[in-house]
């Protein structure tokens, strides 16, 4: 049964640096002094808490181990054995992923190091320092004493509870190193097609680059370039070969010149349609959005419209779409469906990119 912590009342600054152990199931902890904060987290029944402050009938605590917050990517430095740095001064700790809500008290400075359990847009969800503090009601908690003789104690609540923690985090991991894996392959894509495109690298090694990439990948776009720079690689190995052997006929006067000159030039023309159809996957790759238009209010609702012709019913939870009327615009998102009987449908707005061109203009019909 989850409880909001309450205490009898006790003098203002009473119980300052002293060990709290918690006496009720599942307490909540808040980023702040008072119900209106959002809850952080919960403290099991016989957990240890240290009192660093008092704020009327809230106390403010250390946790032992630290407590999953957020903090936003551009914040931090990560490393390659699952923490991150901290790379600014004054960094905020939020309770949820966005800013929607009042921050932690704590704040990270440059230097501190937090441990990554997972990745939510351009949110980090971390472990942060074990100095991290939140605050409790003051009526499930009683004092033991001082923090000095719990110091053992702490401890082995903290490392227990970091554990638990870190036990909840595998799948979350694994998310994340899939991600970090599925970027690694779009990089490395773009990399090899840059040679590939070029007429660069030896052949061979970038055949089992690419052979592994179109394996491995689970990204359409990153798979379907991959597999269209196999083709452009498979076709420049011919078109070369024929070179070669056309110039050996021509040395040698062979009869068969004129026919191999003919396969060559079939060859090379398959190779340069080749050449321009991947070049335009690599500007998609570079640039990929689902569709492209300009965002308009109807009467039916947002939609993206091009050439005077709706592309897509546009929803999104992401973003105000009221605020890009009359914007160019790149979309990206899934399709789903709001009226099965009439089989309408929307697009659920994930990203979204203002482009440069003319804007129409709002317009509301």
């Known amino acids: 049964m989850l409880a909001v912590l309450l205490l009898l009342p006790s003098p203002a600054r009473a119980g300052e640096g002293t060990v709290h152990e918690v006496t009720g199931d599942k307490v909540r902890i808040r980023s702040g002094p008072g119900t209106r904060f959002p809850v952080v987290g919960h403290l099991d029944r016989d957990s240890y808490v240290v009192v660093v402050g008092v704020e009327g009938r809230w106390k403010k605590v250390r946790v032992p181990g630290g407590f999953a917050c957020y903090v936003h990517e551009s914040l931090v430095s990560r490393n390659d054995d699952g923490t991150a740095d901290v790379t600014a001064s004054g960094v905020l700790l939020r309770a949820t992923a966005g800013k929607e809500h009042a921050p932690l008290v704590t704040r990270l400075e440059r230097g501190d190091s937090v441990t990554v359990l997972d990745v939510e847009g351009e949110w980090l969800r971390v472990i942060p320092p074990d100095r991290a503090e939140a605050y409790v009601f003051d009526g499930l908690v009683r004092e033991l004493g001082p923090a000095d003789e719990y110091r053992a104690a702490l401890a082995r609540a903290a490392d227990k509870r970091r554990k638990a923690l870190l036990g909840d985090a595998p799948e979350r991991n694994e998310k994340v190193r899939a991600a970090e894996a599925r970027e690694a392959r779009r990089k490395a894509v773009v990399e090899v ?173």
Not at 200 to 226: F, K, Q, V
Not at 292 to 301: C, L, M, N, Q
Not at 338 to 349: C, R, Y
Request: charged fraction near 40%; glycine fraction near 6%.
């Open 193 to 365: 097609g840059e040679k590939v495109l070029a007429g660069e690298g030896d052949a061979a090694e970038l055949r089992d680059r690419l052979t592994r990439i179109s394996l491995e990948s689970d990204d359409d776009l990153t798979r379907g370039y991959a597999n269209a720079l196999l083709s452009l690689l498979s076709l420049r190995e011919e078109t070369e070969r024929l070179e070669r052997r056309l110039k050996k006929l021509d040395a040698e006067r062979d009869d068969a010149v004129d026919e191999v000159r003919k396969q060559y030039e079939a060859a090379k023309k398959k190779y340069e349609e080749a050449l321009v159809a991947a070049e335009l996957l690599k500007s998609r790759r570079e640039k990929p959005f689902r569709a492209v238009g300009t965002i308009e209010k109807r009467e039916s609702g947002y939609v993206l419209v091009e050439n005077d012709r709706v592309v897509y019913h546009l929803q999104s939870k992401r973003f105000r779409l009221a605020d890009y009327v009359g914007k160019r615009a790149g979309v990206n998102g899934r399709l789903v469906v709001t009226d099965v009987e009439k089989g309408e449908t929307h697009l659920l707005v994930e990203k979204l990119e203002i482009l440069p061109g003319k804007a129409t203009g709002r317009r509301d019909r």
